[in-house]
């Protein structure tokens, strides 16, 4: 593929974002402007944005933002974040992942989030929050305060996958991901996380149900979810993009 069809593929999708995303969330996109970016999304490939595939077990430098030579630290290497574009609107960015390396259970507040898998199999696991909201407190969890939560996606994803979203309330909100192999992933997120406007990343935890059953009433399985801290072991490296430029 040439660097200019690579260009027009990138430019296109920021361009839909660009008319489709609203600073505050609000309106939220339309049915018909979330079909069409999944749909050149799923098309997307690493060359498209500058990435090297790889399958070997590197834990990290399989592609190009990360130094080749620097081999005796290959196995601390954390997940590399490429920014590809930021506004008040949306980001474009990219995840690198080593094998095995995990990002945290956490949210996305008023959010809509797009996210394609561009080589190699990560695992997902995500919930929604149950509604009207369910608090409990475990008491044999040091009086732990838990919110009830059902689990909306628990699988694999690969590049052959389409473009999964997640919205405000549904498609998995809250979710985690884990690298099964050495992967990267293309995330659209709009409006992006703002302190100041509310959309503050928030991680969690998540118990066993111990309800009076294991599912909700459209069949899913429940789960108690805690507010924690970040991670003190999660940490993300910044990666230099360099995929085609954007005409902004």
């Given at each position: ?8 593929k ?11 995303f ?8 339309s ?10 999304l ?38 590399t ?6 506004c ?52 044999d ?5 838990v919110?009830?939560a059902?689990l ?15 919205f ?32 503050r990343?928030?991680?969690?935890i ?27 072991d ?7 993009y ?7």
């Open positions: 593929m040439t660097r200019s069809t690579s260009s027009s990138l430019q296109a999708i920021y361009e839909l974002c660009k008319k489709s609203a600073s505050s969330g609000s309106p939220p996109p049915s018909q402007s979330i079909n069409s970016l999944c749909s050149l799923d098309t997307l490939a690493p060359v498209d944005v500058g990435l090297k595939e790889t399958t070997e077990d590197d834990r990290g430098y399989g592609v190009s933002y990360v130094n080749l030579f620097n081999r005796a630290a290959r196995w601390s290497q954390s997940i974040y490429v920014d590809v574009h930021d008040d609107s949306f980001t474009m960015c990219i995840f690198c992942f080593p094998t095995s390396s995990v990002i945290p259970l956490h949210d996305h507040p008023g959010m809509t989030v797009f996210s394609k898998v561009l080589y190699g199999s990560l695992h997902v696991k995500a919930y929604d929050w149950v509604e009207p909201p369910v608090f409990q407190t475990i008491k969890q040091n009086s732990l305060r919110r009830l059902k909306a996606a628990d699988k694999v994803l690969t590049a052959s996958s389409g473009t999964s979203v997640l405000p309330k549904t498609g998995g909100n809250l979710h985690c991901f884990t690298a099964v192999t050495p992967c990267a992933v293309f995330d659209v997120l709009a409006p992006p996380y703002r302190e100041a406007a509310g959309r990343c928030t991680y969690y998540d118990y066993p149900y111990s309800g009076s059953g294991t599912d909700d009433e459209s069949g899913a399985e429940l789960a108690w979810l805690k507010e924690v801290r970040e991670p003190d999660f940490y993300m490296q910044s990666g230099k360099k995929g085609p430029a954007l005409r902004i």
